[in-house]
């Protein structure tokens, strides 16, 4: 949900920026030519979050009982929405003005902090409440649910996938290949 809202930003450099990329096929440079594009891409990653955040925190007023569940899936959109603003802070810090490697460290380490909690808390989730996994123990099923439709390797298949990618985002912390390739 977040990628297609987030391209929206890529689109609009690229059509809009006035250097006419996209008659010359070259993808746009977030750093040289579209200086708002990057603070749009980012926050248009927060637009989701924000809006499930709000309606948990709604459904615990509405129901006017110690919902813990919702506050605890509050929560997660919490830990998710903290990551755009800890990368808004962390590219703020890397303008060339603003460059001392001391704060930019202290805001990378951040990011992989505040991202690791994120993504942990919503693998968590997806497994235990979203799947209800993780709560039989029998053999042949084990940390599977009391109830399955499918084989057992579909589900560990599930868990296993969920996990990569999940955490798919730390091989964007690292450059690959050269400086203009594909990858960076």
């Known amino acids: ?5 987030q391209d929206l930003a890529i689109i609009g450099c690229f059509f809009l920026d006035g250097n006419e990329d996209w008659k010359k096929s070259q993808k746009v440079n977030f750093d040289h030519e579209c200086g708002a594009g990057y603070f749009t891409f980012i926050a248009l990653g927060f637009i989701p979050y924000w809006w499930r955040f709000a309606q948990c925190l709604r459904k615990v007023y ?24 800890v990368a808004l802070e962390l590219t703020k810090e890397n303008v060339p003005e603003n460059k001392h490697k001391y704060h930019t460290d202290f805001w990378l380490w951040m990011y992989v902090a505040v991202h690791f909690v994120a993504t942990t808390y919503s693998y968590i989730w997806d497994i235990y409440m979203d799947w209800g996994l993780m709560r039989c123990f029998d053999k042949g099923k084990w940390g599977l649910r009391e109830k399955i439709s499918y084989a057992p390797a579909f589900y560990y298949w599930g868990i296993f996938s969920d996990f990569v990618l999940r955490y798919i985002w730390i091989l964007g ?12």
Do not use: H
């Open 173 to 184: 912390m690292f450059a690959f290949g050269e400086k203009d390739s594909t990858f960076n």
């Open 1 to 5: 949900m977040i990628s297609p809202i």
């Open 62 to 85: 509405d129901d006017r009982k110690k919902n813990w569940v919702q506050w605890i899936n509050a929560g997660k959109y919490f830990s998710d929405l903290c990551v755009p603003l």
